[in-house]
């Protein structure tokens, strides 16, 4: 039983390096800061959550 055991370790690593390639490989999606608009919506609509001292 020890000895099954000890062939679960390299096969959750081998699962968990499979897994972390298939996250590695996908597409993710691009950086909101990059699109100007979404930039300047976000700008504004936080400036409407904190009003202005002075």
């Given at each position: 039983?020890?000895?099954l055991t000890w062939l679960l370790i390299p096969l959750m690593a081998g699962l968990?390096?499979?897994v972390?390639?298939?996250?590695v490989s996908r597409p993710h999606p691009t950086d909101v800061?990059?699109?100007v608009e979404r930039h300047d919506r976000i700008r504004t609509a936080f400036g409407r959550m904190v009003p202005r001292r002075g």
């Open positions: 039983m020890a000895a968990g390096a499979g972390w390639a298939w996250y800061w990059t699109d």
